[in-house]
């Protein structure tokens, strides 16, 4: 390569980054998009219930442990009270549908706005603490909502959760009663909400979080407002939680304390070491093995503990680092060894 | 452009910072010397808002700036470079680049379009040719060597185009030569940019050869200002921080 050549290269670096990012969302959509293809055409294949459920499930999960790796992954904050907002996005919606007469639309609408006032309550409190403080703060919060759910009998029933069902109105033609509604609908939310998390990671926002989780110092001293972004994307983590929590309740037709439990919160910290923090796809592959391991081994044996804890100390410990971290390095190893020899 | 007055910060008994005053005109070049404890980097801190005064004003081009948080004061024109350089491991150096002037344009908290954006692309590409690490736009910050990440931090602040650049131990932990090399980018910098450049330094060759301007800091407290003949030339200044080698010299 010439100087020239190489001269006009430098000065298409930037350039060439820029017009990769904009191919990126492009590539997004098309995959997102093809995504919800196949999972559409999944059930004329296998036409299973367990296996529908099983991914109603993940979409309900998956939507949970991406969102929270939005905070742990990208910004640092580690969160062990997301598991509030998935508890509150359920029994929110499910009352909304119980005690109210609106339609669905308006009562996912309605849930997610008090979803985003609670969650900018308690972030504002709880962002500007210190690491384990954080962590701390959030769990607390968490244990206190759960707390009011198992007392506050009269609106939440307590430790029986809300019984009777959710109501279900026809809207746009969609009848949530019928399981392969709800299962094209739990679909085209996961989708749709991997999809918006992602702009959101590829956003300057989400570079800005990166900063933050890298040199939260250096950030201020660049101008960025700390507390301010921290709260922001504490709220939209929340946002998305609250949303699989949703698709929880629309599949188990109510709403339990488990919900809001701390071993949510838990179950999304180990979804996001099984598949890894360090790629957007991570927790949902994360999900997938959990989930798996969950109904496989509930299957086999009564010992899902145990077997659980053998596995997430193997991650954690001795491999370091999720499903996908190892995917990702391999490839980029594969990559870098392909460019070597190009030379 | 930059006027500190009266500025003070105690910590228990301590006087880390002891009623200074000085101002730094538009465009020039200081180093800030003094032996260790002096309270060089406290008076940094208190610039750039990491700490709060106890009394004073720090007036930058008009506007007091003392006990703002740092975020405001960077916004009003004040970019710092760290002793041991402060900046994002995971990001390559071009995304750190397009990164921070995408703080600068106000949309650090942009959601709707992808980075890095077009309108960061010129100021990024300028930073990076100044501080002469376009060549390595592509590797990861935690990769580059210690001169080049002390770079990038420099690069960091300029990328802001601050009114007022503070350097922190700009050539700390380097040999020799490479520390000539960077003061010489350094004054170079200052030159071409046309900036208030102050740095704190330790090695006095490099200090009585390139800054037009000295402040000595000794106890929290202004020992001397002047140009470098008059520095070196100072009484208490050579008692107080030359002094040890000149009586060493007599003892033999």
């Known amino acids: 390569m010439t100087e020239l050549q190489a001269g006009r290269t430098d000065s298409l670096g930037v350039s060439g980054v820029e ?87 308006v009562a996912f609408a309605s849930t997610l706005l008090i979803t985003a006032v609670v969650a900018a309550v308690i972030g504002a409190i709880c962002v500007r603490l210190k690491e384990i403080y954080f962590a701390f703060v959030t769990l607390a919060f968490q244990m206190l909502i759960h707390s009011t759910i198992l007392s506050w009998t009269s609106l939440t029933g307590g430790d029986q959760g809300l019984r009777g069902g959710i109501p279900r109105p026809v809207f746009m033609g969609l009848d949530l009663s019928n399981h392969l509604h709800l ?69 188990v037709s109510g709403a339990y ?29 994360g999900t997938v093995l959990l989930l798996t391991l969950n109904d496989t081994v509930t299957r086999l044996t009564e010992y899902y503990g145990i077997v659980l804890g053998i596995v997430i100390l193997f991650f954690a410990i001795g491999l370091r680092k999720g499903l996908m971290d190892f995917a990702f390095d391999w490839y980029a190893q594969r990559r870098d060894q392909v460019r070597e020899r190009a030379r | ?18 009623n200074v005053s000085l101002d730094f005109a538009d465009g020039s070049l200081t180093a800030v010397i003094g032996p260790n404890g002096a309270g060089k980097s406290t008076f940094f ?21 003392a006990g703002r948080s740092p975020p405001d004061i960077v916004r009003c024109g004040i970019g710092r470079a760290f002793q041991v350089a402060s900046i994002f491991p995971s990001l390559t150096v071009q995304e750190t680049m397009l990164a921070a002037v995408c703080v600068d344009q106000r949309r650090a908290a942009m959601l709707h379009r992808r980075f890095p954006l077009v309108e960061a692309r010129e100021r990024a590409e300028y930073a990076m040719e100044l501080l002469g690490l376009a060549d390595q736009r592509g590797r990861t910050a935690a990769t580059l060597s210690h001169g080049d990440q002390k770079l990038l931090d420099i690069a960091l602040a300029l990328v802001l185009e601050p009114k007022v650049l503070l350097l922190d131990e700009p050539t700390a932990g380097m040999g020799t030569e490479e520390r000539w090399r960077m003061i010489d980018r350094i004054r170079e910098l200052w030159e071409r940019q046309k900036i208030t450049v102050v740095f704190i330094e330790h090695d006095m060759d490099i200090v009585f050869k390139i800054a037009p301007s000295i402040v000595v800091l000794c106890y929290g407290r202004i020992l001397a200002t002047g140009a470098p003949e008059a520095i070196r030339r100072n009484q208490a200044v050579i008692e107080a921080y030359l002094g040890t080698e000149h009586h060493a010299g007599a003892a033999v």
């Open chain 1, 183 to 251: 299962y094209l609908t739990s679909c085209a939310l996961l989708v749709l909400g991997l999809l918006l998390m992602r702009q959101i990671t590829q956003s300057p926002f989400g570079y800005t979080l990166r900063m933050i989780r890298d040199n939260a110092n250096r950030a201020s001293f660049i101008g960025i407002d700390v507390w301010r972004a921290k709260l922001m994307i504490f709220v939209l983590a929340a946002l998305f939680a609250s949303t699989g929590g949703m698709v929880m309740a629309l599949f």
């Open chain 1, 257 to 285: 304390p488990e919900f809001a439990y701390w071993t949510i919160s838990g179950e999304g910290i180990f979804i996001n070491m099984l598949g890894g923090i360090t790629t957007f796809l991570g927790p949902m592959v």
């Open chain 2, 1 to 18: 452009m930059l006027e500190i007055r009266g500025l003070s910060k105690s910590f228990g008994g301590v006087k880390a910072t002891d």
């Open chain 2, 45 to 65: 801190n208190l610039i750039t808002g990491a700490l709060k005064p106890d009394a004073g004003r720090i007036v930058l081009d008009g506007i007091d700036i």
């Open chain 1, 19 to 105: 017009l990769k990012s904009q191919r990126g969302q492009y590539l997004d959509v098309l995959v997102a998009l093809a995504a919800f293809v196949v999972l559409a055409i999944l059930p004329v294949f296998f036409g299973s219930k367990a296996l529908l459920d099983f991914v109603i499930r993940c979409s309900a999960f998956g939507l949970f442990a991406t969102s929270l790796n939005l905070l742990v992954g990208y910004t640092g904050l580690i969160s062990f009270g997301h598991g509030m907002f998935f508890g509150l996005g359920a029994y929110g919606f499910g009352l909304l549908m119980q005690r109210t007469g609106v339609s669905i639309p």
